[in-house]
């Protein structure tokens, strides 16, 4: 059976990287006594698949790993021995069945919506850079350096109350990072950005019949 778990990650948990993720997740299955699937061979590991990477430093509430099960309990239960586990700043917010013929997380995600706590441009000056025609930015690279169009890569961007909401492309075919889009931002309006600035990933979506889907809503409940 294959299962989707997605968690948040808050507070000082947000220093810790993807790799460190994946091996303190692997010791939660265990100590939760999930019955995890093992890989055949010599060395057997658990079968997680994480959806894309969440870069250091930024908080979420809509990261995203799958992983197949011999057997399982209820989501209730199973989301209960799973948060015992957990230390501060990580919690498991729903546990569920996934279709047997659904692809793994990371072969799917498409996109992610994410919040930037930042109060420093008017809701003018975000719509008028959101609506160019392009954005063109330079990309280096280790071996060359080129002008890429990241306007086709932000699908919704809008000022709000406290910060600024984008909708951008995330995934394997197309990954645009929200940080680049603040400072091109902040270029275009001339504005200094501060030493540090709180990025949130709310949620990672894929693409069924050409709409935006949460990976959360492509399993269902166990009960």
Same mark, same amino acid.
């Given at each position: 059976m294959k299962i989707r778990i997605r968690f948040a990650k808050q507070g000082m948990m947000k220093f810790v990287g993807h790799l460190d993720m994946v091996r303190y997740f692997q010791k939660v299955m265990r100590r939760a006594n999930v019955d995890i699937v093992y890989s055949e061979g010599f060395s057997p590991h658990p079968k997680m698949s994480f959806a894309a990477p969440l870069g250091v430093g930024i908080? %979420?509430?809509?990261?995203?790993?799958?992983?197949?099960?011999?057997?399982? *309990?209820?989501?209730?239960?199973?989301?209960? =021995?799973?948060?015992?586990?957990?230390?501060?700043?990580?919690?498991? /917010? %729903?546990? *569920?069945? /996934?279709? *047997?013929? =659904? *692809?793994?997380?990371?072969?799917?995600?498409?996109? =992610?919506?994410?919040?930037?706590? /930042?109060?420093?441009?008017?809701?003018?000056?975000?719509?008028k850079f959101y609506h160019q025609q392009s954005i063109p930015v330079l990309k280096k690279t280790k071996r060359s350096e080129k002008i890429v169009d990241i306007k086709p890569m932000i699908y919704e961007m809008e000022r709000r109350d406290n910060g600024i909401f984008m909708k951008v492309a995330q995934?394997?075919? =197309?990954?645009?990072?929200?940080?680049?889009?603040?400072?091109?931002?902040?270029?275009?309006?001339?504005?200094?950005?501060?030493?540090?600035v709180q990025y949130e990933r709310l949620d990672m979506y894929c693409l069924k019949e050409d709409r935006w889907t949460s990976l959360d809503d492509v399993g269902g409940w166990i009960e």
């Open positions: 908080i %979420s509430r809509g990261e995203y790993f799958d992983i197949e099960v011999n057997s399982t *309990k209820s989501s209730r239960i199973m989301m209960e =021995a799973l948060n015992r586990q957990n230390v501060e700043g990580v919690e498991v /917010l %729903s546990y *569920k069945s /996934l279709p *047997k013929e =659904a *692809k793994n997380a990371m072969s799917i995600v498409a996109g =992610a919506d994410y919040f930037v706590y /930042l109060d420093r441009f008017s809701k003018d000056v975000t719509d995934g394997s075919v =197309a990954n645009l990072k929200p940080e680049l889009v603040i400072q091109e931002l902040a270029q275009f309006a001339n504005v200094t950005l501060p030493e540090f």
